[in-house]
């Protein structure tokens, strides 16, 4: 059984023709210090926008999917307020799989001055051919700027968490519904309520809701139960936890286990096609 081996390399006012060699030169070094054949097997091309605060978390999240999904990841850190230039931190991590070793690439780019505001332009030559291509888009997307609109011409699907968010901007993140399959991790972490409240059917169709919990979250089964019932329902009121009533009555809650952050955007990549009822669930949330 071979062992977990990362190669890396940094590099200051870097070209994508400089990128893409330094990858060659550590898949080289990893292949030399192997100790079982490998597999350079990539499922997607994982995109993810990381501005400055969300570094921290992003790189937490990335490391907690180990071998799950091996892809080339690019990260892109803005810095609009530097000098113009390109500086890049690369790595090559192989992980045991059986009699061989998968490795996977990470690729973070900090993309300073002019660089911020063309984005599509540097993560293009490095986009897997023939891959889908995956956005994790880390806080409130800047809708309608040139580097949402660059990014997300480019992507298969769109990772958001909408948690993240100042404010709920459902509207305007429905707009690229059509054009791209949108997931929201928010959403997911509502599954096991969902699901609770599901089992009351019938019943619920004609009784009073109320809905309580996170901004986000208590927002988007709000939604969801209005787009279900076909009827207006009482705001959702702010807690720190899911919670609902039925005619007065609390519902139980569901014994669900919370996953963790890398095994949420885990669960994600494995979605390939479009979510009519997380859709429909976020028009009906706006207000």
Do not use: N
Request: glycine share 6%.
């Amino acid at each position: 059984m071979g062992e977990t081996s990362t190669q890396d390399w940094s590099g200051t006012d870097v070209s994508i023709a400089d990128i893409d060699s330094e990858l060659g030169e550590l898949r080289r070094l990893s292949a030399d210090d192997a100790s079982t054949p490998q597999q350079r097997t990539s499922v997607m091309t994982h995109l993810a926008w990381v501005p400055q605060p969300w570094v921290d978390a992003a790189e937490r999240t990335l490391s907690g999917m180990g071998e799950r999904h091996p892809s080339r990841t690019v990260l892109l850190v803005p810095y609009p307020e530097d000098e113009s230039r390109l500086d890049a931190d690369l790595s090559v991590h192989c992980f045991p799989a059986g009699e061989t070793s998968v490795c996977s690439e990470v690729i973070e780019l900090s993309l300073r001055g002019d660089r911020v505001r063309a984005p599509a332009s540097i993560v293009l030559p490095l986009l897997i051919s023939d891959l889908p291509v995956f956005l994790r888009w880390r806080g409130e997307p800047p809708f309608g700027e040139t580097q949402w609109e660059q990014l997300t011409g480019v992507a298969d699907r769109l990772v958001v968490d909408s948690s993240e968010w100042d404010e709920l901007r459902y509207l305007e993140l429905s707009k690229v519904f059509g054009r791209l399959a949108v997931s929201d991790i928010a959403w997911a972490r509502t599954g096991a309520w969902r699901s609770a409240l599901a089992s009351h059917w019938p019943a619920i169709a004609e009784q009073e809701v109320a809905i309580r919990g996170p901004r986000a979250e208590a927002a988007l089964v709000r939604g969801w139960l209005q787009a279900r019932l076909d009827r207006e329902l009482a705001p959702a009121e702010t807690a720190g936890e899911l919670g609902a009533r039925l005619d007065g009555e609390e519902v139980s809650a569901p014994s669900d286990v919370p996953l963790s952050p890398s095994e949420l955007l885990s669960a994600e990549l494995d979605r390939l096609g479009r979510d009519p009822i997380y859709e429909q669930a976020a028009a009906a949330a706006v207000v």
